[in-house]
């Protein structure tokens, strides 16, 4: 049975062993969750990208049980178990019974999504206070964590090559269209240039016993921010992603503070940990490690922007996402360089869309065409022709306003990325024209 089949069969309250009243169906690049009210359920999807394989039922069944092992290392009160999902021919239900096996899910408390970290951070409330509660968990968690020569293994530089010329090898199409050539490249030759010459301090990094196994995948919103933090959805899938330098958790925390507009608040998370852990060294591999993790979001980003069962919205928003964070890697590896925008404005019939169009086709250039932002987010088709009186619908100055944020933000997400840009629309007031050339001054 396919996963949208099942995930359409959990939708209906019927499938629960318990009352359910409205149902939330989110998504991740390898997962579905159902949010029941008092129970979440992680259904994983039957991919297969390599560096993770769910896309045989006992695979998914094997990896939903060793979610919950691992999880409970530091949320043991949120992860209650494995459930089989079973279909008797007409419907899809959860738990015991006789009807065949189809998958397998995750059983979850479900918490408050007030207290998520991106949540408390959107609010104003992500203290630096908060992130020391933080620390005083993962600190004494590292010190407890698995480690041996088993694990050791993943500390030496030819483990972490492998997964970064695996980043790299499996971003490549996506170079041109969601990050330059030139960025790309710059970002690979400073990583193995950073293999060269920091080769003692990766050694060191073993021999010290900095090597452990690790959540792999703390940023914000694997977070709850309750008293005391909870951090829940580590990675399961992968001994090679998990294990590792704590750097690999702590730069990816620090990395999403930074991405997140408060580079404030990761540089008082490092501090703290550093004080607090004693790991003088972690600074010099800060820049790595957060790289690695930018890098690592911006492919995660990219392969989800490709998942049939997205919408044009979604596709978008993760295109974008993509491109916001090949330009944060760029920027920890010393780039420097900003690429080109131009802007055609202009009154109907002048020419603008022809010289914008010649850029494109002739350059490579990518084209935001005002006209076609704003028929995307009002919904009209952008080939249908529109004709409502001056400045009304879809031409109101509400709706112009929308546009040319939009705009603006679409562009700022492509210059992020290092690719040329071309915006083609009138920009007929001096507010419309200030706000794309403070763009432009941001992230051209």
Known sequence: MDHATIVNGLLNPDAYPHPVGDIVHLQTHISSILLTGDRAYKLKKPVDFGFLDFSTVELRELNCRREVELNGRLAPDIYLGVEPVRYDGEHVSIGDGEAEIVDWVVVMTQ????????????????????????????????????????????????????????????????????????????????????????????????????????????????????????????????????????????????????????????????????????????????????????????????????????????????????????????????????PPVVVFYGLMGTGKTSLAQYLRETYGWHVISTDAVRKQISGVGEATRVWVPYATGLYSSEMNELTYNESCHRAGDLLDAGLPVAIDGAFKTREQRRAVIDMADEHG
């Open 111 to 338: 918490l408050d999504n007030n207290d998520l970290g991106v949540a408390v951070l959107e609010r104003g409330d992500l203290t630096p206070s908060r992130l020391d509660d933080l620390v005083d968990i993962l600190v004494p968690f590292y010190e407890r964590a698995r480690r041996g020569p088993d694990v050791d293994t993943f500390g030496r530089i030819d483990a972490i090559r492998f997964n970064t010329d695996e980043n790299f090898v499996q971003t490549d199409s996506y170079v041109g269209k969601l990050v330059s050539r030139e960025r790309f490249e710059h970002i690979r030759e400073w990583t193995n240039r950073f293999y060269d010459e920091h080769t003692e301090l990766f050694e060191r990094r073993i021999a010290d016993g900095r090597i452990r196994e690790c959540h792999g995948d703390l940023h914000l919103d694997n977070i709850f921010f309750c008293d005391p933090p909870i951090v829940f959805d580590c990675i399961e899938f992968n001994d090679r992603l998990a294990c590792g330098d704590t750097g690999i958790d702590i730069g990816f925390l620090a990395m999403d503070l930074d991405a997140r507009g408060r580079p404030d608040l990761s540089q008082h998370f490092v501090d703290r940990f550093i004080a607090t852990s004693g790991d003088d060294d972690l600074r010099d591999l800060l820049d790595f490690y957060k790289t690695y993790r930018a890098y690592g979001r911006a492919k995660v980003a990219a392969f989800t922007s490709d998942d049939p069962g997205l919408d044009a919205t979604e596709k978008r928003k993760n295109r974008n996402a993509a491109r916001n964070a090949f330009g944060l890697a760029y920027r920890y590896t010393g780039g420097t360089a900003r």
